[in-house]
């Protein structure tokens, strides 16, 4: 599986954008998705994650009642709406494909990473 992370791009405080993650393949819709984020001088850390049907979601508490992770399997793609910008959201954006149909807050569970797309949030 290859991703391709794109909607990125400079927004102020209390803005939207919403991420998508293109995937290559015939194999999208057996996988768990996951979003991750990276800070500059920061770890990478779980954003928020779906399952293979898009019935379960998880989020990181920071995020909770802000982002929503939605995916359409027919496209092969998988959505991050994230509104409420804030600053500290400020990162570099990363889908991931895990190794089966559920997702997860490990960032090893993932086999597959697109390249990132980075989002800045202006004060």
């Known amino acids: 599986v290859q991703l391709q992370a794109s909607g990125g791009g400079l927004v102020q405080a209390g803005g939207s954008l919403r991420l998508s993650c293109l995937a290559s393949g015939r194999t999208f819709s057996r996988h768990g998705m996951g979003w991750f984020r990276q800070a500059p001088g920061k770890e990478r850390e779980f954003v928020g994650s779906?399952?293979?049907?898009?019935?379960?979601?998880n989020y990181a508490d920071s995020v909770k009642g802000r982002f929503t992770i939605s995916r359409v399997n027919a496209k092969n793609t998988v959505y991050l709406q994230m509104n409420s910008l804030k600053p500290e959201d400020t990162a570099v954006y990363y889908c991931?494909?895990?190794?089966?149909?559920?997702?997860?807050?490990?960032?090893?569970?993932?086999?597959?990473w697109g390249q990132g797309t980075l989002v800045t949030v202006s004060s």
């Open positions: 779906i399952n293979w049907t898009g019935g379960s979601t």
């Open positions: 991931a494909a895990g190794r089966s149909l559920d997702g997860s807050t490990w960032y090893g569970y993932y086999d597959f």
